[in-house]
């Protein structure tokens, strides 16, 4: 799915070349060598979007004016340049006037870390960016609706933040917010539909276990958000902020029942994570029938051998995955990752290793 991909200026690295087989690689070395990086940079490339940050000024290599990224995702030639001037996009040498034009036929990806638990334990934003991140990748108008709602929302809580309530252009701009924000409620809910049985069956495999994962939908607006909103008006006037919408949405996650962050071990806890992104792994491939890049960032150290080998057998076997580790002991008992190439993670560049 990726057999080349090349670096300039991006993060810790000055140049890198790296050929992937279509099986994917492991790549280890100590900490902060760029192992996590290299799978950002897979990520911006196919998706235009870091797990580790919101905006791309973090991702250029320090004291130098920009960052490029390059590579063959699904044998086609992608290009991304971050430059003074801004963002340059191309696919096939041709550029791309604008990011949804660059995503429009682009790839999958799955990203898998430690960071995942705050999809348990975090606040409603981790869970509505896991849901953001699905619903982009499923439908192009998903990530439409979801832009337009945003500045749509900046613009009112600005409006709000003013001493005099100017009600026409508060309510020019809930009327977008209305619109944008019910089909990104309506597609929320159907996702959490389609994800719900599917990472119940995950959770099940990895633990080993009859472990009853439920997953639920909670809209901040409500049934109709436009009844909402007009309800809400008095509140948000005081708070000088919009306290109605998706941006306040949430999921309920629980195990037999009881709220997972509450009453969940932290073993638990961790694979109901894992669970999530195989169950978005699993819908990604039905909708859209094609396999995701899996990026697997040093999650095994802290996995038993048994829900280890559990997770390794969930991973479709025709999907490329990249996993980064610091060492190498837990992959005596994981047969599975036997089949994947070592490179080691040097300053600046990679070795074989393997």
Known sequence: MLQHLRLQNFRCFGALELDAPQEGVILIGDNA?????????????????????????????????????????WGQERKIKNTPS???????????ASRTAYLADGGLIVWMGNEDLTLIRGPGESRRHFLDFLGAQLDPAYRTAYTRYR???????????????RLPEL?????????????????????IADLSPLAAAAQTDISGKDEALTLTYLPAS????????????????????????????????RLHGMTASDYASEGQQRTIALALKL???????????????YLLDDIFGELDPARRNALLHHLPPHAQK????????WRDTSPQTNLLPVLRVLENFVERIE
Do not use: W
């Open 222 to 253: 409500g049934p109709c958000m436009k009844e909402s909103i007009l309800q809400a008006r008095q509140r948000e006037t005081a708070a000088r902020q919009a306290v109605v919408g998706p941006h306040r949405d949430d999921v309920s996650i």
């Open 279 to 293: 169950a978005q792994g699993d819908l990604l491939h039905t909708r859209r029938e094609k396999t995701p890049i």
């Open 171 to 191: 309510i020019a701009y809930e009327d977008i917010l209305i619109e944008h924000g019910t089909f990104l409620t309506e597609s929320r809910a159907r996702l």
């Open 86 to 96: 801004g963002l340059h996009l191309f696919a096939d040498g041709e550029p791309r």
């Open 33 to 73: 060598r760029g192992k996590t990086s290299i799978l950002e940079a897979i990520c911006v490339l196919v998706r235009l979007q870091s797990p580790r940050c919101s905006g791309f000024h973090t991702l250029t290599k320090l004291s130098t004016p920009g960052f490029g990224i390059a590579g063959d995702p």
């Open 322 to 329: 990249f996993i980064t580790t610091t060492y190498l002991g």
């Open 151 to 165: 500045r749509a929302l900046r613009a009112k809580n600005l409006l709000l933040k003013e001493p005099r309530l």
